[in-house]
């Protein structure tokens, strides 16, 4: 069990600079997902927290003592690695062993404890097996036991399931939460699955170019986006942005056609005046008859998923995508009413991509 | 495995005829005519030769010189192969760790590969000369104390050390790609295990390098036993007192110098043989055993 704190900690290789100053605290037994797109950073910051790359400034601790300078295993960390990187040439049981073996522990209660372990993540048929003979789920819970035996303080997963199938994947998703709920080790996750991150992190942190984006429960960074970038990143099919002007006058955004999105009255009044991105989520429109809605836009082709289906318009020069579960009647290039849900508007600063809110007096109220 | 096929058989006929033209000329009928001679009494200056059976082979399976030139052999086999196979997996660790100045070992590591083994016997007589140079000095500090000239040990220990050098470069190149096609993730998990650079190099670096290991090792054994000439006849040419008279050096003495053709031809017949079930256990048993996949 442990507490890890990140300090304005940058990272570069030569003079290029990878990690721009990150601030992050992790508390005791939380989950964390590191999620970002690939060169982010995420698996720098994660192998720094290792030990495994040097830090170029800043500071991490582990339960307040700085690890900076420390071996990777004097950090009490575990690791799991996207290959797994299982040892080639022992069996099962001597790579989950490994660890206990090089501390030193006597034979007898070496074996005792990767039994025990092997029976929790249901290798024990396997142990006397070498990993060349194994499926890819079976090398992953190898991975698993060999860094829950050394009953690490914090826990790391540098994107363990990007090897696997999609259906294998999900259920090592359910495995992890498992043994994350039984051991309660603090963990930090780093992946570029949006969907593994949501489902798995107690809280999550969006990383892109470096710097931390936003820190959030998944369901604040689902609801709430601190930027255009975050917005865009996090839900599939991905948000709708499109680009216009804030009136008070009108309490609503003006499309560079004339079409207005309305506003709640604080925030239009906070920003007047002001260039914008709206972001819109495509489960959080919904289609009417032309005219009926906010704006028109021309029906293009649509997606069948099953239990809904995509709508693709045409919107000035952009594409605009719908999620909607019942079947309206469309049909190529004839125009259909979108209607905005209450709620559904996030605004974005069109220069700097931050998330708009309205301020009223000294305190800041969240009215979107 | 994806294989091309030729339409045309003759073309491939074609393409293949230069190099087995050259195989044959320079292989196969050499040692066709030694398995002949080697069954024969050949005479000296030709015209002629009588069917001898086994007899070839018994004279020199019962000669004590025989024998010991065998033993010679395997002395220097060992000592080389050992010699050379650590020093470059040293060496090749020191370059994987990108210690300090490595590219410049790098580089020069692979040019004594180049060189050929009379150009490296010459250059290590005139080091290892008891007479001149670096080895003068010694022998001035404590006389006589180096001299492979009437020293029959230092003398295979100077081919030894020669040999070795040579053949350092090769198996370098093998170890550094043995060593680099390792995961670094693996050592990485090894450092997150706990084990420390020396552990990791034993318990993880070391047996995956097994296969690399054994396939130089039974390459240096082969190739000791067959390019030590070059060494051996500018170096010592086989003294002092056939203390350096390996197998594939005697068999030039004796049927060149001694003209002794039959007894020599039975000689390589042997050697051959030998080199050959070298091969053979290379690549039955031991690519078999090394391999993890």
């Known amino acids: 069990m442990a507490q890890i704190s990140i300090r304005n900690v940058r990272k570069s290789y030569a003079k290029q600079e990878v990690v721009h100053g990150v601030d992050l605290e992790v508390a005791t037994g939380e989950f964390i997902v590191i999620l970002g797109p690939s060169g982010c950073g995420k698996s720098t910051l994660l192998r720094m927290i290792a030990g495994l790359e040097s830090v170029t400034s800043g500071d991490i601790t582990i339960d307040n003592r700085v690890v900076n300078d420390l071996e990777p295993h004097q950090r009490g960390c575990a690791m799991v690695f996207q290959n797994y990187a299982l040892y080639p040439h022992m069996t099962v049981a001597e790579n989950i062993g490994y660890a206990l073996k090089v501390a030193g522990l006597p034979k007898v209660d070496r074996l005792a404890r990767v039994q025990a372990v092997a029976t929790s993540v249901g290798l024990t048929e396997f142990l006397e097996r070498r990993p060349g003979q194994l499926s890819g789920g079976q090398r992953q819970r190898v991975a698993m036991a060999r860094a829950i035996i050394r009953e690490p303080k914090v826990f790391l997963f540098d994107e363990p399931l990007s090897n696997l199938d999609a259906k294998l994947r999900v259920q090592m998703r359910h495995e992890i939460r498992r043994i994350h709920n039984h051991i309660h080790a603090t963990s930090v996750f780093v992946t570029h699955d949006q969907q593994e991150g949501m489902t798995l992190a107690d809280r999550l942190v969006v990383m892109n170019k470096g710097v931390i984006e936003q820190v959030g429960t998944p369901e604040e960074i689902y609801h709430r986006p601190a930027s255009v970038y975050v917005g865009g990143f996090i839900g599939s099919p991905a948000m709708n942005f499109l680009s216009g002007q804030i009136s008070a006058q009108d309490s609503a955004v003006v499309l560079a056609n004339g079409a207005k999105i309305p506003l709640p009255v604080p925030l239009a009044a906070a920003h007047d005046g002001q260039f914008t991105q709206i972001g819109l989520r495509p489960e959080e429109l919904a289609l009417v008859p032309a005219g009926k809605g906010a704006f028109d836009a021309a029906f293009e082709f649509a997606e069948e998923l099953g239990a809904a289906r995509l709508y693709h318009f045409q919107f000035e020069d952009l594409m605009l995508t719908v999620l909607s579960a019942d079947k309206p009647a469309v049909e190529k290039g004839k125009p259909m009413g979108i209607r905005i849900g209450a709620g559904a508007v996030h605004l974005f600063a069109a220069d700097t991509g931050k998330r708009l809110s309205a301020k009223v007096g000294s305190r800041e109220r969240e009215l979107v | ?293």
């Open chain 2, 1 to 293: 495995m994806r294989r091309a096929y030729f339409k045309n058989n003759w073309i491939a006929a074609l393409m293949v005829t230069p190099q087995l033209i050259v195989v044959f000329t320079f292989f196969y009928f050499p040692a066709s005519q030694a398995m002949y001679w080697a069954f024969t009494l050949e005479q000296p200056w030709g015209g002629g030769n009588t069917w001898v059976g086994l007899d070839n082979f018994r004279a020199i399976l019962s000669d004590d010189l025989y024998w010991s030139s065998v033993w010679l052999s395997i002395v220097f086999a060992l000592g080389s192969t050992a010699l050379a196979v650590g020093m470059a997996l040293i060496l090749a660790i020191f370059v994987d760790r990108q210690l300090a100045g490595y590219k410049a070992y790098k580089i020069g590591m692979i040019w004594p590969y180049a060189i050929a083994a009379p150009a490296v016997g010459l250059a290590f007589r005139f080091i290892f000369s008891p007479g001149a140079g670096i080895m003068m000095f010694v022998n001035q500090v404590f006389p006589d104390l180096w001299n492979p000239v009437e020293n029959g040990t230092q003398a295979m220990a100077m081919v030894i050390l020669a040999g070795a050098w040579k053949q350092v470069a090769y198996n370098f190149i093998f170890f550094l790609a043995g060593l680099q096609s390792i995961p670094r993730s693996l050592i990485e998990a090894g450092a997150m295990d706990g084990a420390r650079t020396l552990r990791r190099m034993r318990d993880i670096q070391l047996p995956l390098l097994a296969p690399t290991f054994f396939f130089v090792l039974v390459i240096n054994i082969t190739d000791s036993f067959t390019d030590s000439f070059g060494i051996i006849d500018t170096m010592t040419a086989g003294g002092p007192s056939r203390a350096t008279n390996l197998m594939v050096y005697k068999i030039f003495n004796d049927g060149f110098q001694g003209l002794d053709y039959s007894g020599a031809a039975a000689q390589s017949i042997i050697l051959m043989g030998l080199v050959i079930a070298l091969t053979f256990v290379q690549f039955r048993y031991i690519e078999r055993k090394v391999h993890y996949t």
